[in-house]
């Protein structure tokens, strides 16, 4: 999916600076069965991207951006 910058102080806005246009995460999906994934690993942002609730990560202990969908 794309993303957008909520502001221009937001991590999107500077990696788009930083690197240019292109992938700035993964967020995985549910199984098809509807079974979420779950993790032994506390999420820790919880935001909405079009309307589908997603569990981050801590990016700064992790390197990079990785959620997964609730």
């Given at each position: 999916?794309?993303?957008e910058p909520s502001d221009a102080q937001s991590w999107v806005?500077?990696?788009?600076v930083q690197f240019g246009e292109g992938p700035c995460a993964?967020?995985?999906?549910?199984?098809?069965?509807?079974?979420?994934?779950?993790?032994?690993?506390?999420?820790?942002?919880?935001?909405?991207?079009?309307?589908?609730?997603?569990?981050?990560?801590?990016?700064?202990?992790?390197?990079?951006?990785?959620?997964?969908?609730?």
């Amino acid at each position: 999916m794309l993303a957008e910058p909520s502001d221009a102080q937001s991590w999107v806005a500077r990696r788009i600076v930083q690197f240019g246009e292109g992938p700035c995460a993964f967020v995985l999906g549910k199984r098809l069965d509807g079974v979420a994934r779950r993790s032994a690993y506390q999420a820790a942002v919880k935001t909405r991207w079009f309307g589908v609730p997603i569990s981050w990560f801590d990016s700064a202990k992790l390197g990079w951006h990785l959620g997964f969908e609730d």
